[in-house]
């Protein structure tokens, strides 16, 4: 990934799709590891949509919505394809369409053109929802059972013990920090939220209403009597705590970021010393000589797990599952993973991919490291810690929150 990174990321850029970051944004559930989704998701029910029961012909076809660098065939980079692969595997020709955000991908697949879509925690419950993504039959799957068991049946992919979804990849929103600048090396994200005046203007932060739920979880640890339990189900004084810890933080912020080569701009100016980052942008900017470490504080950090769904209305549903399944696959796994930037779902990817100490970089197949991660989960009105005495802020709150926090 050290060499694969900066040439994807050079060639993400070049493709005009840089708000990838911004795209991953936002999920619904806060579950950690070992979190399994409840019996009715703090309130959430799902509508009554049929699930298939067996993969028929392949109808020629599939129309797929995809994060960028999901779904490769080629045109990017000749040496980057393995949709050709999956053609010629399944007759099925695949029609891609890349989104920017989870925003438009929820709009998108209301409209019934697609039948299949990788998303993000922050648009999952939304489809779901609403209706336009149907339960997933894993039995339908044969590369279902080598998924890693920590990314199954969590809140923000299963309602009522019910996938609706296939787990493609995942990773942990780290702490990275100058070596020669920060000293001693933080284990706590107090460095960014307390302690971050002693880095007045070069603290960075993930450029979302998402990255709310990091300060929330901060206040998890250092104040329990608010009684935050979940830092993506928040009442309104909880909302309240969190926007003021995120306000006292922008005194000392200098950007915050949604553009993977910016931030590894801004680590090698010195613009930026410390601040939230993900593995594959400290795994870049160490590769262009940043003098630079991630790592995973006491109290654990928010991420992100992506979901394949199928749309309710698939008009190629057989097409849909072969391609759900393929992507699943130990070396389909094995190369998103690497040209992404993220931990495959499929562990059996990890003895496959070019650089063998990738999934140890990524943590793969570690559970306990899984298990700190609070995966990104659309906030709902329904309380998903469960409460039931008080409504909880949903995520259009937590946007209009976010533009007061940025002023």
């Known amino acids: 990934m050290r060499n694969i990174g900066s040439k994807r990321l050079a060639a993400v850029a070049c493709a005009g799709v840089l708000a990838l970051a911004t795209a991953c944004g936002t999920s619904s559930g806060g579950s950690d590891g070992d979190k399994k989704a409840s019996a009715d998701q703090g309130g959430f029910s799902a ?4 699930m298939a029961t067996a993969i028929g012909d392949p109808e020629g076809q599939v129309n797929i919505l995809a994060w960028p660098g999901y779904a490769e065939d080629g045109s990017t980079d000749k040496t980057i394809d393995w949709v050709t692969p999956f053609e010629k595997e399944s007759g099925c020709q695949a029609n891609v369409k890349y989104f920017g955000t989870s925003d438009e991908a929820v709009q998108l697949m209301k409209t019934g053109e697609y039948d299949v879509v990788s998303a993000s925690g922050d648009a999952t419950l939304r489809l779901v929802a ?8 894993t039995k339908l799957l044969k590369n279902y059972a ?6 199954k049946d969590q809140a923000f992919n299963s309602v009522d013990g019910q ?3 296939v787990p493609h990849g995942w990773g942990a929103n780290l702490l990275m920090y100058d070596t020669e600048k920060v000293s001693p090396a933080p284990t706590s994200w107090s460095a ?6 002693q880095y007045a203007g070069k603290v960075t932060a993930y450029d979302s209403p998402i990255y709310i739920a990091d300060a929330a979880l901060y206040l998890m640890d250092t104040q329990p009597d608010l009684g935050i339990k979940d830092p993506y189900a928040l009442d309104e004084d909880q909302l309240a705590a969190a926007v003021e810890v995120l306000k006292k933080q922008k005194e000392n912020v200098s950007e915050y970021w949604s553009d ?6 801004a680590f090698k100016s010195g613009d930026s010393v410390i601040g939230t980052t993900w593995q594959v942008i400290a795994s870049v900017a160490q590769g262009e000589g940043a003098k630079v470490e991630a790592v995973l504080p006491d109290e654990g950090s928010t991420g992100w797990s992506d979901t394949w769904m199928i749309g309710a209305e698939a008009k190629n549903p057989n097409c849909g599952y072969l391609w759900m399944d393929y992507i699943t696959s130990p070396k389909a796994q094995a190369a998103v993973a690497e040209y992404f930037g993220e931990a495959p779902a499929n562990t059996q990817a990890c003895s ?3 650089d063998p100490t990738f999934c140890d970089t990524y943590h793969a197949e570690d559970a306990a490291y899984a298990a700190k991660i609070h995966y990104w989960t659309t906030p709902i009105e329904q309380c998903l810690d469960g409460r039931t005495d008080v409504k909880c802020t949903d995520y259009g709150d937590w946007t209009t929150a976010w533009t007061e926090i940025k002023g």
């Not at 509508?47 to 049929?50: C, E, L, Q, R, S």
């Not at 609403?130 to 039959?137: I, K, L, S």
């Open 260 to 265: 993977y080569l910016k931030e590894v701009q």
């Open 146 to 151: 080598d998924i890693a068991p920590f990314l």
């Open 163 to 165: 996938m609706y979804g």
């Open 352 to 354: 496959l991919t070019s």
């Open 192 to 197: 960014v939220f307390d302690d971050a005046s």
């Open 47 to 50: 509508p009554d949509v049929p």
């Open 130 to 137: 609403a209706g336009d993504v149907a339960p997933v039959n």
